[in-house]
Nanobody
Framework: QVQLVESGGGLVQPGGSLRLSCAAS????????MGWYRQAPGKQRELVAT???????HYSDSVKDRFTISRDNAKNTVYLQMNSLKPEDTAVYYC???????????WGQGTQVTVSS
């Protein structure tokens, strides 16, 4: 069954903003460290932002001060607010869940973000 569902991707001009959403099943959301990864064409999947197992946040250097990860526990949803977007942010963005007790990983289907003029 589908456990993580992303939305919010699209085409945006450089300097613009997008907000990605990831709706998770309750059982995963409440027991997992949630985060976002991305994969650009020809490149490996990389971490963008995540809540750590301790509950703090961690960002890759390339997005720090531009992207913000947040969560709404009532909606079982994690967000990625992306500001000051650059062409190099173009990628498929994936929601990720790291189960705190089983260490099982879950992935969403991905949502395309394209930054271009």
């Amino acid at each position: 069954q589908v456990q993580l569902v992303e939305s919010g991707g699209g085409l945006v001009q450089p300097g613009g903003s997008l907000r990605l959403s990831c709706a998770a099943s309750r059982s995963i959301f409440s027991l997992s460290a949630m985060g976002w990864y991305r994969q650009a064409p020809g490149k490996q999947r990389e971490l963008v932002a995540t809540f750590t197992r301790g509950g703090s946040t961690h960002y890759s250097d390339s997005v720090k001060d531009r992207f913000t990860i947040s969560r709404d526990n009532a909606k079982n949803t994690v967000y990625l607010q992306m500001n000051s977007l650059k062409p190099e942010d173009t990628a498929v963005y994936y929601c990720h869940a790291d189960h705190l007790f089983t260490s099982q990983e879950y992935w969403g289907q991905g949502t395309q973000v394209t930054v271009s003029s």
